[in-house]
């Protein structure tokens, strides 16, 4: 079947250093992508998205990386901070016709900022 | 700008016991709306899923139902709770298709 997925479950990096997140999709024609983060106890929070007739987008301290050949996705995040610690989510948003889409979650990454 | 609202934040409910949570979106009109269940340390689960008012989808055969009211209300519903619907349930509303959805803080739901 089609999904979303993550290739690290967990990441720990030093306050101050740049993340990657990575994650890898398998519908070719999925034509938009979304990357939230969710705290403890929380809802997710929507952080950037992109769609498919672009490469890059960058946000404030965040990029996110399209690379369709190989159906890869990935969110930096420079000069990581503590209250950046919390579950990413990459999520395809797959086009189902009428007048609704569905967003298909990976399984998430813990991204753990040590001071 | 816009604002979600879920409630209860957390609910303990005996099994076979009925089931309403609500969702209520300010600030936007004839929004999409979702509820998605997410099981412990896993991605979200879509349930249901509504276009406009008394329009319902449902994703997968369950226990659940969901209704819409109102245009910025949208319900999730049991007759009779079991174990296994024990989750943390979100509710989502997007402006219209392919666009982002925005997420409440969820209700934690344990079954007893």
């Known amino acids: 079947g089609e999904s979303v997925g993550l290739h690290l479950p967990t990441l720990s990096v030093q306050e101050g250093d740049n993340s990657i997140i990575n994650c890898a999709y398998s519908n070719s024609a999925s034509d938009y992508f979304i990357w939230y983060k969710q705290e403890s106890g929380k809802g997710p929070q929507f952080i950037i998205d992109?769609?498919?007739?672009?490469d890059k987008r960058q946000g404030q301290r965040v990029t996110v990386l399209l690379n369709k050949t190989v159906k890869h996705l990935s969110l930096q995040i420079a000069a990581t901070q503590p209250g950046d610690s919390a579950v990413y989510f990459c999520?395809?948003?797959?086009?189902?016709?009428?007048?609704?889409?569905?967003?298909?979650f990976g399984t998430g990454t813990l991204l753990a900022v040590q001071p | 700008s816009q604002t979600i609202h879920q409630w209860p934040a957390t609910l303990v409910q005996p099994v076979g016991s009925p089931l309403s949570l609500e969702c209520t979106v300010e600030g936007t009109s004839n929004p999409n709306l979702y509820w998605y269940r997410q099981a412990a340390g896993r991605g979200l689960q879509l349930l249901f899923y509504?276009?406009?008012?008394?329009?319902i989808s449902s994703e997968v055969p369950q226990n659940l139902s969901a209704s819409r009211p109102q245009d910025r209300q949208f319900i999730l519903s049991s007759k009779k709770l079991l174990l296994s619907d024990s989750g943390f349930y979100l509710c989502?509303?997007?402006?219209?298709?392919?666009?982002?959805?925005?997420f409440g803080d969820g209700t934690r739901l344990s079954i007893l």
């Open positions: 989502a509303w997007s402006r219209q298709a392919n666009q982002p959805q925005h």
């Open positions: 992109i769609r498919s007739n672009m």
């Open positions: 509504s276009v406009g008012i008394g329009q």
């Open positions: 999520a395809e948003n797959r086009w189902e016709g009428g007048a609704t889409n569905k967003l298909i």
